[in-house]
Each structure stands twice: as structure tokens, then as C-alpha cells.
Antibody, heavy 117, light 110 residues
Framework: QVHLVQSGGGVVQPGRSLRLSCAASGYTFSSHGMHWVRQAPGKGLEWVAAIWYDGSETYYTDSVKGRFTISRDDSQNTLHLQMNGLRVEDTAVYYC??????????WGQGTVVTVSS | QTVVTQEPSFSVSPGGTVTLTCGLSSGSVSTTYYPSWYQKTPGQAPRTLIY???TRSFGVPDRFSGSILGNKAALTITGAQADDESDYYC??????????FGGGTKVTVL
């Protein structure tokens, strides 16, 4: 069975860093692109970042460019999101998701990131 | 910047049919945007219903269907049930490695 299990997250002060992880199992991790999606309190879903199946390309929404880095470790079947220079507006539940074909099919359970002084 | 549009809310009677749409502030949605649909309830991870316009995700009942209607993507729910009451989001792939969510539609079953 396909699973994505997330870890990381927590409460951090503005300007600090945090790293999220997403461990995949039940499928060939290196065959699929991956994404991070977030939902701020009281808001809708927002796509954050994507990485191609082979790691050759990465993409970001404008608000996180230059601050967030998506990466993957195929040897560990794990996706990461390194978040630097965090802002209050980055406060959200973050989800990792698998890409079947330019969309999202399997989701992690979500992890809460709170940026507050 | 292109905005993905969805109806803010919809109400449907139990057993009824409702069609949600997903459009663009400028232009028409086609299969090349790989429209997909997600159900989101508070405190839970999103649930994928439809991807690549009309491919039902694993385990999703066939009363959920996706299509292109006119210049928009559409999600049709037939035989609405109480637990279909939720927020529904569409996503469009804009190309060049960019995905954009619609604002979501709140569906009430009553």
C-alpha cells in the first residue's frame, strides 16, 4: 500500500529555518515527481513546490522562491522541504503529495508549521 | 496573473446531482491543463477524487466524475450523500512547472 509519512514542523520564530520530510513506501519512489502543498489557517490550498521524478527540475510558487528548497533522496525514499527565512505568512499545514501526471494523487498526513515571535 | 475560478458555494439535496466548475480568469480550460479535483475536510489531508481531467483516483466511487464542460473543467457528484459535505478544490497545471489551485467550493448537502 502506498504511504507518505511526514515529519518535521513545529513552532519557529520569524527568520529562522525548518526542515520537513516525507517518507514514501509501497511504490517506486524514483518514478514519480513530488510536491509540497500548504493550507494556511482559514485559507484554501496552495501549491508550494515541485520536483521532477529524477530531481532534474524544481519549481516554486513565487512567495517562497529563494527561501525554500525542495529536494529528494531516492536512496532513502524521502522528500524534503528546507524552509529558510520563515515568515509569519508561512504558517500553515504542509502536505507532501505524489504526482501521477501533473497533479497529486497520494498525500501525506500533513504537518503544522507555526511561525511566530 | 491568471486566476483559477470556482463557485464559492453550492447546495445539493441528498440523492441529488451537483456540478462544480473550474475556470480561468482569462481563457478556456482544456485537457492540456490536466485539471484535477480534491475533497478537503477540516483536520484531514486532501483526498484526490479526479486527476488528468477524468481519471478517478483509486477507491473513489463512480458517482464522482470529471469532464470538460464548455470552457471549464467540471466535477459532477451524483447521488449526493451526507458525507459529501466538504470543500472541493480544483487544480490546473499552467505549464512551466506551475500549479494553481482554485479558491474552493463549499458543498452543503441538505
Amino acid at each position: 500500500q502506498v504511504h507518505l509519512v511526514q515529519s518535521g514542523g513545529g513552532v519557529v520564530q520569524p527568520g529562522r529555518s525548518l526542515r520537513l520530510s516525507c517518507a514514501a513506501s509501497g511504490y517506486t519512489f524514483s518514478s514519480h515527481g513530488m510536491h509540497w502543498v500548504r493550507q494556511a489557517p482559514g485559507k484554501g490550498l496552495e501549491w508550494v513546490a515541485a520536483i521532477w521524478y529524477d530531481g532534474s527540475e524544481t519549481y516554486y510558487t513565487d512567495s517562497v522562491k529563494g527561501r525554500f528548497t525542495i529536494s529528494r533522496d531516492d536512496s532513502q525514499n524521502t522528500l524534503h522541504l528546507q524552509m529558510n527565512g520563515l515568515r509569519v505568512e508561512d504558517t500553515a499545514v504542509y502536505y507532501c503529495a505524489r504526482d501521477p501526471l501533473h497533479s497529486f494523487d497520494v498525500w501525506g498526513q500533513g504537518t503544522v508549521v507555526t511561525v511566530s515571535s | 496573473q491568471t486566476v483559477v475560478t470556482q463557485e464559492p458555494s453550492f447546495s445539493v439535496s441528498p440523492g441529488g446531482t451537483v456540478t462544480l466548475t473550474c475556470g480561468l480568469s482569462s481563457g478556456s480550460v482544456s485537457t492540456t491543463y490536466y485539471p484535477s479535483w480534491y475533497q478537503k475536510t477540516p483536520g484531514q489531508a486532501p483526498r484526490t477524487l479526479i486527476y488528468s481531467t477524468n481519471t478517478r483516483s483509486f477507491g473513489v466511487p463512480d458517482r464522482f466524475s470529471g469532464s470538460i464542460l464548455g470552457n471549464k473543467a467540471a466535477l459532477t457528484i451524483t447521488g449526493a450523500q451526507a458525507d459529501d459535505e466538504s470543500d472541493y478544490y480544483c487544480v490546473l497545471y499552467m505549464g512551466s512547472g506551475t500549479w494553481v489551485f482554485g479558491g474552493g467550493t463549499k458543498v452543503t448537502v441538505l
